[in-house]
């Protein structure tokens, strides 16, 4: 009786979203506009409001002329001394919760999670769990447990009082009873504060229930299909009849094109799915048509600012805004937040597919990019380089990244190692590489002349790594689960380098130099 009038709650819920959703899309410009200056009315007597006269802002113009763009390590101090019991320093009062985020653009960041915060990350969460129900009906989703493989839901004092944990760990310990009763794994394992005993304990909890939905990043939850099937080795390839009710995936952190095959032959059979755009800063955006890409909220307290990737670092950026943004131009994400983020560079590279509403696609960040040899080639290059090449050899990968190789003495000029750890090794590996190449060379003006007779740069090196290898390179380096990702790209070597110290062996199945 209480699943059945949840899912009578979650259908009226769905159609009044459905409704707000079309409403926000007629009035875009003007909810953006009333979001800003709520948010400058509430911290105008803050600290940084004070300094940027937030109280005379009246419009977009006049409070982008009085604040900057800023990124984390801008804001690290003033997020500092809140830390450490400072009132009133970015928005008002002082954050009692606080989260620590995988830093891939900035090392380590701390970043602050007000009430107003958590209340925008709850909607976001709301509105995906609404999404999975109208995929697949929500009497058939709210009928059995829904697995959530997010962080730890214990939190660590920090600083004056404050507490400190992972964003989905703190989003499930505020759960709605109904809802928290179907969370798996439960609040006693979610709580285990090691990745690698939780993760055994819950592959042992799942593996016997009736798992309705899954929600996580990819690689993560390939883990934990790994670890139920040690469980029981005969269900390897047979998690669909394991779980024969599971009928949706919410996922986000990366893209998923990678993953598709090798999830698809895991399971045994499709998924409904539902993508989501979740930050620490912010949740952003998410996929509510079956197909296509992501819409952006409107309604979650968030003012967004959209900049050219190309006028990063200069002196006089141009800020777009909803009403303005370009269709298939790449931006950079910023943020004003209700946690007191002040046109924060979010880090994200995005590009607008279509208006009305306004729909978007994540293709990289803003730092994680290969631009040794002239190339520039961004990360949506590499992983739809990576879906081509493994759709022409039948390979599938459980993670992978690219870097530079710079030339030695024996090697007059460099060129691109992929470092890849495959669940199916291609049919071709010598094909696999050429589809790598040629994909790159259609897709990157830059790289098909570098590459055009080897005058910039060599044909790409394949690297096979054994099965384990990013995950005890992520070990290592104490980044298991949460929201903790490998770069798919990145113009230095360091992460390159420490993935072939974890490694037992490397298989060099291809070198470079191959013929243009």
């Given at each position: 009786?209480i699943?059945?009038?949840?899912?009578?709650?979650?259908?009226?819920?769905?159609?009044?979203?459905?409704?707000?959703?079309?409403?926000?899309?007629?009035?875009?410009?003007?909810?953006?506009?009333?979001?800003?200056?709520?948010?400058?009315?509430?911290?105008?007597?803050?600290?940084?409001?004070?300094?940027?006269?937030?109280?005379g802002?009246?419009?977009?113009?006049?409070?982008?002329?009085?604040?900057?763009?800023?990124?984390?390590?801008?804001?690290?101090?003033?997020?500092?001394?809140?830390?450490?019991?400072?009132?009133?320093?970015?928005?008002?009062?002082?954050?009692?919760?606080?989260?620590?985020?995988?830093?891939?653009?900035?090392?380590?960041?701390?970043?602050?999670?007000?009430?107003?915060?958590?209340?925008?990350?709850?909607?976001?969460?709301?509105?995906?769990?609404?999404?999975?129900?109208?995929?697949?009906?929500?009497?058939?989703?709210?009928?059995?447990?829904?697995?959530?493989?997010?962080?730890?839901t214990?939190?660590?004092?920090?600083g004056?009082?404050?507490?400190?944990?992972?964003?989905?760990?703190?989003?499930?310990?505020?759960?709605?009873?109904?809802?928290?009763?179907?969370?798996?794994?439960?609040p006693?394992?979610?709580?285990?504060?090691?990745?690698?005993t939780?993760?055994?304990?819950?592959?042992?909890?799942?593996?016997?229930?009736?798992?309705?939905?899954?929600?996580?990043?990819?690689?993560?939850?390939?883990?934990l299909?790994?670890?139920?099937?040690?469980?029981?080795?005969?269900?390897?390839?047979?998690?669909?009849?394991?779980?024969?009710?599971?009928?949706?995936?919410?996922?986000?952190?990366?893209?998923?094109?990678?993953?598709?095959?090798?999830?698809?032959?895991?399971?045994?059979?499709?998924?409904?799915?539902?993508?989501?755009?979740?930050?620490?800063?912010?949740?952003?955006?998410?996929?509510?048509?079956?197909?296509?890409?992501?819409?952006?909220?409107?309604?979650?307290?968030?003012?967004?600012?959209?900049?050219?990737?190309?006028?990063?670092?200069?002196?006089?950026?141009?800020?777009?805004?909803?009403?303005?943004?370009?269709?298939?131009?790449?931006?950079?994400?910023?943020?004003?937040?209700?946690?007191?983020?002040?046109?924060?560079?979010?880090?994200?590279?995005?590009?607008?597919?279509?208006?009305?509403?306004?729909?978007?696609?994540?293709?990289?960040?803003?730092?994680?990019?290969?631009?040794?040899?002239?190339?520039?080639?961004?990360?949506e290059e590499?992983?739809?380089?990576?879906?081509?090449?493994?759709?022409?050899?039948?390979?599938?990968?459980?993670?992978f990244?690219?870097?530079?190789?710079?030339?030695?003495?024996?090697?007059?000029?460099?060129?691109?190692?992929?470092?890849?750890?495959?669940?199916?090794?291609?049919t071709?590996?010598?094909?696999?590489?050429?589809?790598l190449?040629?994909?790159?060379?259609?897709?990157?003006?830059?790289?098909?002349?570098?590459?055009?007779?080897?005058?910039?740069?060599?044909?790409?090196?394949?690297?096979?790594?054994?099965?384990?290898?990013?995950?005890?390179?992520?070990?290592?380096?104490?980044?298991?689960?949460?929201?903790?990702?490998?770069?798919?790209?990145?113009?230095?070597?360091?992460?390159?380098?420490?993935?072939?110290?974890?490694?037992?062996?490397?298989?060099?199945?291809?070198?470079?130099?191959?013929?243009?």
């Amino acid at each position: 009786m209480i699943a059945r009038g949840a899912a009578w709650m979650l259908e009226r819920y769905v159609a009044r979203r459905r409704r707000m959703w079309e409403r926000l899309t007629r009035d875009a410009i003007a909810e953006q506009e009333r979001t800003l200056l709520s948010l400058v009315r509430r911290a105008g007597q803050t600290r940084f409001g004070r300094e940027h006269d937030l109280d005379g802002v009246s419009s977009i113009a006049s409070y982008q002329a009085r604040v900057p763009l800023r990124e984390y390590l801008d804001f690290k101090p003033r997020l500092e001394r809140a830390v450490e019991g400072e009132f009133d320093e970015l928005w008002p009062g002082r954050p009692t919760y606080w989260v620590k985020t995988s830093g891939t653009t900035a090392g380590d960041k701390v970043l602050p999670v007000t009430s107003e915060a958590l209340a925008s990350h709850r909607r976001g969460g709301w509105d995906a769990l609404a999404m999975a129900a109208e995929r697949v009906g929500p009497r058939r989703l709210l009928a059995g447990p829904m697995l959530f493989l997010g962080g730890c839901t214990g939190l660590t004092p920090i600083g004056a009082g404050g507490l400190c944990g992972d964003l989905s760990g703190l989003v499930a310990r505020q759960l709605p009873p109904v809802i928290r009763d179907l969370h798996s794994p439960g609040p006693d394992l979610s709580a285990i504060p090691d990745w690698e005993t939780r993760i055994a304990a819950i592959a042992t909890r799942v593996a016997g229930q009736d798992v309705r939905l899954l929600r996580g990043m990819p690689s993560w939850l390939l883990i934990l299909f790994e670890r139920v099937a040690r469980i029981d080795p005969g269900s390897a390839h047979a998690l669909g009849s394991r779980w024969p009710n599971l009928g949706v995936l919410v996922h986000g952190g990366v893209s998923f094109a990678p993953y598709h095959d090798v999830f698809e032959q895991t399971i045994g059979r499709p998924l409904e799915r539902v993508e989501v755009y979740p930050a620490s800063e912010g949740f952003v955006a998410l996929q509510t048509e079956r197909t296509g890409t992501l819409s952006l909220m409107l309604d979650y307290g968030i003012f967004y600012e959209f900049v050219p990737v190309e006028d990063l670092g200069g002196s006089r950026p141009r800020r777009h805004t909803v009403a303005d943004v370009e269709l298939e131009r790449p931006y950079a994400v910023v943020l004003t937040t209700p946690a007191g983020l002040w046109s924060y560079v979010l880090g994200d590279v995005i590009r607008f597919t279509a208006r009305d509403p306004l729909r978007l696609e994540i293709i990289g960040r803003t730092r994680h990019f290969v631009n040794a040899f002239g190339e520039n080639v961004i990360v949506e290059e590499v992983e739809r380089a990576l879906v081509e090449a493994c759709r022409r050899t039948h390979a599938e990968v459980v993670e992978f990244t690219v870097a530079p190789r710079y030339a030695v003495v024996s090697e007059a000029r460099g060129h691109h190692d992929w470092l890849v750890e495959f669940a199916t090794p291609p049919t071709s590996t010598a094909m696999f590489v050429r589809v790598l190449d040629d994909t790159l060379k259609q897709l990157n003006t830059d790289s098909r002349i570098k590459r055009t007779g080897d005058i910039g740069m060599v044909g790409p090196r394949l690297l096979s790594l054994p099965r384990g290898t990013f995950y005890a390179w992520m070990r290592s380096r104490g980044k298991l689960g949460g929201q903790n990702k490998v770069p798919r790209v990145t113009n230095t070597r360091t992460v390159a380098d420490g993935l072939l110290g974890s490694a037992s062996h490397v298989e060099e199945v291809s070198s470079a130099g191959m013929p243009s």
